[in-house]
């Protein structure tokens, strides 16, 4: 009877969280901003800005976020909370060498704009568990213009 009882609960958890997990949207990572913060002989500095949105009804706690942008990758550790149904700015610093940015830096001189993808994937803790959800846009960066997807 205790082997059965124990069968019939761990199947009845199993359920919860699959459902859970069907019931969990994935928040939206965007690139809201790029800020050159320093240049100088060899590279500069930028800040990078994801806007990440939860679309859920609670909170969400970030523990990561794995970044790849035209001229770096990387890994933050800095956490940060979005209350469900809010956005939340994330500023990534990112140092750069000018033999680095390759292409994408030599386009942008040449023509004023450049296309981009900024790709990656956040952890997030939530009621059912940590989630790790990728995220990708693409778009086109101008220097008189500004962004646009």
């Known amino acids: 009877m205790r082997r059965i009882l124990l069968v019939t609960s761990i199947m009845a958890m ?11 949207k994935d928040p939206v990572v965007t690139l809201a901003d790029v800020k050159v913060t320093g240049v100088g002989l060899n590279g500069g500095a930028l800040d990078v800005v994801l806007n990440v949105q939860n679309p859920n009804d609670f909170r969400l706690d970030a523990t990561q976020l ?5 001229f770096a990758n990387g890994i933050t550790t800095q956490r940060f909370t979005v209350e469900g149904k809010r956005s939340q700015q994330v ?6 060498t000018y033999a680095g940015v390759g ?3 030599r386009q942008l ?20 568990g940590n989630l790790t959800v990728p995220f ?12 646009s997807r």
């Open 109 to 128: 001189m040449n023509t004023g704009s450049v296309n981009y993808t900024v790709k990656g994937d956040v952890t997030v803790g939530s009621p059912i």
């Open 91 to 96: 500023h990534i610093p990112i140092n750069f």
């Open 136 to 147: 990708s846009q693409t778009g086109r960066y101008s220097t008189l213009g500004g962004y």
């Open 103 to 105: 292409q994408a830096g």
């Open 14 to 24: 199993a359920g919860c969280s699959a459902l859970g997990k069907q019931a969990l």
């Open 66 to 70: 794995k970044y790849q942008v035209p």
